[in-house]
């Protein structure tokens, strides 16, 4: 469970203050995969750091209860001078696992060949999207944080990826940031509409995209 009480988070920006979140108060409840909606610059990334703790609140407070995943799709997770493994080593510390059997776990899902002891700096965005996915599933985490990072590599390494994610999700949570409704229908059973410093949430997952597709005025969704 993860419970958000009067959280407030802003910006500035060239034509003044925008609100990401004003006094929020709102709970992501065990048991539930949540699709987030919104429109760019709506603050969904912005909103999965907050959940992950990676950003602090303006003022409010963010309670976890459980063990919430780094965000895959935040490129702050990993430190581009260290290689492959010796992030995935560091990660394993830092959530109290045993770093050798991450290190097994990444190399051999990951599929970087040579380049696992390469700095990460010299990967293409898709290898450090397979990186973030091998760490991130070398850990039992009860909530996964996603954002925007489900398709990676070939469509092989796509399958294996997907299979081994829906083995996870049978006994953990997902919190899913995604433009994709495809995905969001194929991992979640619950949406909210982060927009205008409001997150609400729909039972329904058409209810959320009809309201998204009304909010965004478009009928791609």
């Not at 060239?14 to 699709?35: D, P, Q």
């Not at 976890?64 to 935040?74: A, D, E, N, W």
């Not at 492959?84 to 059997?101: K, L, S, T």
């Amino acid at each position: 469970m993860i419970t958000f009480e009067g959280v407030e988070k802003s910006y500035r920006t060239r034509e003044g203050s925008r609100s990401i979140l004003r006094g929020a108060s709102f709970t992501f409840e065990a048991g539930h995969n949540v699709g987030v909606l919104g429109a760019n610059g709506a603050g969904k990334s912005t909103l999965i750091r907050l959940i992950a703790g990676a950003e602090p609140p303006d003022r409010g407070m963010v309670r976890r209860r459980g063990r919430v995943s780094f965000p895959l799709g935040f490129s702050g997770t990993f430190h581009p001078q260290l290689s492959g493994r010796q992030n995935a080593v560091f990660i394993a510390r830092v959530y109290g696992e045993d770093a050798a059997r991450v290190v097994d776990f990444v190399a051999d899902f990951a599929e970087l060949g040579p380049y696992f002891d390469m700095p990460l700096q010299t990967y293409s965005s898709g290898m450090a999207a397979k990186l973030a996915f091998g760490v991130s599933l070398a850990i039992d985490f009860d909530v996964y944080l996603i954002d925007e990072v489900t398709e990676v590599g070939d469509a092989r390494f796509r399958r294996k990826c997907a299979d081994l994610f829906r083995e996870r999700v049978v006994r953990s949570d997902i919190i899913m940031v995604s433009h994709n409704s495809h995905t969001i229908r194929r991992y979640c059973d619950r949406a909210a509409i982060l927009s205008d410093g409001e997150l609400v949430f729909y039972d329904s997952i058409d209810e959320a995209f009809a309201e998204y597709r009304a909010l965004m005025g478009t009928q791609d969704a």
